[in-house]
């Protein structure tokens, strides 16, 4: 057996942007945009949306996802965990009993599932655990090209019976989100260099987009008094519920990887990219999405989940990664 790549440590500490987010939604709470401050923020919130969107298009690259699109069983099986098994699973959970799945979250459950893979996370943990860092990237790139127009409708078509999404807002969110990302796909040859060479300054203004989507979809459920409805034991079963939605998809794509055929580097890139959900597409999106005072709740799964598999995710990584040599397979 030999030592885990060096330079990676087990880090269990929670993400520093994540905390950024959570002081923005307690900053909501203490003082929430009302009036015509809430107002000017909701359309700040559009502009943000769109910009987190046409920097999304901008930056993907079509050849990572051309590169890998020939190992087709491998894609076909992540992106079936992504937008089928994921979504079916969380909405099997949406529909338990109210003393099990709290009714104000079951919505935000739901969404969560619909969600596409994390593309820096599920390629960073496959580089850390020597896995097929190719296929992970084009596997990744997919997830989150195709989740621009699935994730919408999948939420509609999960959450249309329950009167969380209209089908006519459906079709109004897929353009607001599809259309700056096809700009940033179509721009990209002419400004792709432009934005890599600037990737720190423009990442720090995709995450504070984020940032303000957060504080303005938390402040709308403050003013709708939508939190007064939950609880410390409903946050409580959320944990719980998290935690058994992760560890039944970390499993899931460990058996279906082995069962058939993958190689042990495949395996590696299929659990990391189909057992995942990105808070940076998930925050945009659900503001989008979501009515003002449903947006602040329908995040809290997800904010919840995406700390939990990060976590798991790094432990998982360097299990992978005191594998003898004999079993890597460069990416």
């Known amino acids: 057996m030999t030592a885990p790549r060096q330079g990676f440590r087990l880090n269990l500490r929670p993400d520093g942007y994540l905390i950024l987010i959570l002081l923005m939604a307690v900053a909501a709470m203490v003082a929430p945009a009302r009036g015509d401050w809430a107002t000017g923020f909701g359309w700040a919130t559009r502009i943000a949306i769109a910009v987190v969107f046409f920097l999304h298009g901008a930056r993907l690259s079509r050849e990572a996802v051309v590169r890998g699109l020939t190992h087709w069983r491998l894609h ?21 009993p109210a003393w099990i799945t709290p009714p104000e979250l079951a919505a935000g459950i739901v969404f969560l599932g619909c969600l596409p893979s994390t593309i820096q996370s599920s390629i960073g943990f496959t580089a850390i655990a020597r896995g097929n860092v190719a296929a992970a990237i084009a596997a990744a790139s997919a997830s989150n090209l195709l989740g621009v127009a699935l994730t919408p409708l999948l939420a509609g078509l999960l959450l249309h019976a329950e009167g969380a999404v209209s089908a006519q807002s459906v079709q109004a969110i897929v353009l607001q989100l599809l259309a700056p990302f096809l700009a940033g796909q179509v721009l990209r040859p002419w400004i792709g260099g432009w934005v890599a060479a600037r990737a720190k300054v423009l990442s720090r203004l995709d995450r504070g987009s984020i940032l303000l989507v957060v504080y303005t979809a938390f402040s709308g459920a403050v003013v709708e008094g939508v939190w007064s409805r939950l609880g410390a034991l409903d946050l409580l079963r ?48 659900a503001a989008a999405i979501f009515p003002a005072a449903a947006a602040g709740i329908a995040m809290i799964p997800l904010l919840l989940f995406h700390q939990m598999q990060l976590m798991a995710c790094a432990a998982i990584a360097q299990r992978y990664a005191r594998r003898p040599d004999t079993d890597a397979v460069s990416g």
């Open 76 to 96: 076909v099986l992540v992106l079936a965990c992504t937008f089928a098994l994921f979504p079916a699973l969380t909405w099997a959970l949406s529909q338990l």
């Open 238 to 285: 959320l944990l719980v519920l998290c935690a058994v939605l992760l560890a039944a998809i970390l499993a899931i794509t460990v058996f279906a990887a082995r069962s058939l055929g993958f190689d042990k580097a495949d395996e590696i890139a299929i659990v990391f990219c189909g057992s995942k959900k990105s808070l940076a597409s998930g925050a945009p999106m």
